[in-house]
């Protein structure tokens, strides 16, 4: 286990700890009123939902920057019939099929899979596309821990599903081949989601991309973001409506 990761899972220990005395305080529900009615609230709240499902589900919120969330929560407020894909489910997901008419997301790893189907509204469907062992992966995750595995059809799960989409979330695994395709499928004016934007290998797919007034434009956010104590980044792409 590298360095990196096992920072992470002592991060998630200590704030699952932390956030048990404070449920057994009191100071938690204390918070959970706070979040009701402030952002600022909200993220803090949000610091002892990491890697909580059901928490994260609860706070209605993606883990994605604030700015990223509130300008997505815009676009879909005006299209009552928007349709949604994602590579890479969680709260998200929830979170989308409560202003989507309808959520395809694609997920790769099947125990948090069976974690997840049971809180996913109707209008959400998860399809479960795991990667398979491989010397020369096809289409690789740079992600430490997921060497020798082929995600191509991972990747290539958008293809399962007709039409065209208004959002299309790029949050999983083998992100920079995911945006190459997702473009070829969005609507006109729609917008694709890159989280994480921070990562450089991200930041080169995306300027990798065709640009210039007929190209891809890009709004970077960087900020407050749910259920972290520090800034991230998160990208907005999109097209010119009339491409």
């Known amino acids: 286990m590298s360095l990196s990761v ?3 899972h002592a991060y998630v220990a200590v704030l699952r700890g932390v956030r048990a005395v404070l449920a057994a305080t009191g100071v938690l529900g204390a918070l959970d009123r706070w979040a009701a009615r402030s952002r600022t609230g909200l993220w803090v709240r949000s610091w002892f939902a990491v890697h909580d499902l059901d928490d994260l589900v609860a706070l209605d919120t993606p883990w994605w920057t604030f ?5 997505v929560q815009a676009f879909l407020a005006d299209r009552v019939d928007a349709r949604v894909f994602e590579w890479g489910s969680g709260a998200s997901t929830v979170w989308l099929s409560t202003r989507a008419a ?7 790893d099947a125990a948090w899979a069976r974690q997840l189907v049971p ?3 109707g209008n959400a469907t998860l399809i479960l596309v795991e ?3 491989c010397e020369s992966p096809a289409t690789a995750s740079s992600k430490p821990g997921f060497a020798g595995l082929d995600f191509s059809d991972y990747v290539a799960a958008l293809d399962r ?7 299309i979330v790029v949050d999983g695994r083998a992100r920079e081949a995911c945006l190459a395709r997702a473009l070829r499928r969005l609507r006109p004016g729609g917008l694709v989601v890159v989280d994480n934007v921070e990562r450089g290998r991200y930041r080169a797919a995306i300027g990798s991309l065709p640009s210039g007034p007929d190209g891809v434009r890009v709004r970077w956010t960087r900020g407050r973001t749910p259920a972290l104590p520090y800034p991230t ?3 907005l792409l999109s097209r010119p ?3």
């Not at 309808?102 to 790769?108: F, G, N, P, Q, R």
């Open 161 to 167: 599903v007709e039409g065209d989409f208004d959002v």
């Open 241 to 243: 409506v009339g491409e």
């Open 6 to 8: 096992r920072v992470k």
């Open 67 to 71: 700015a990223a969330a509130d300008e």
């Open 102 to 108: 309808s959520v395809t997301s694609v997920e790769h």
């Open 233 to 235: 980044r998160t990208a």
């Open 119 to 121: 809180v996913l509204p």
């Open 131 to 133: 990667p398979h062992p």
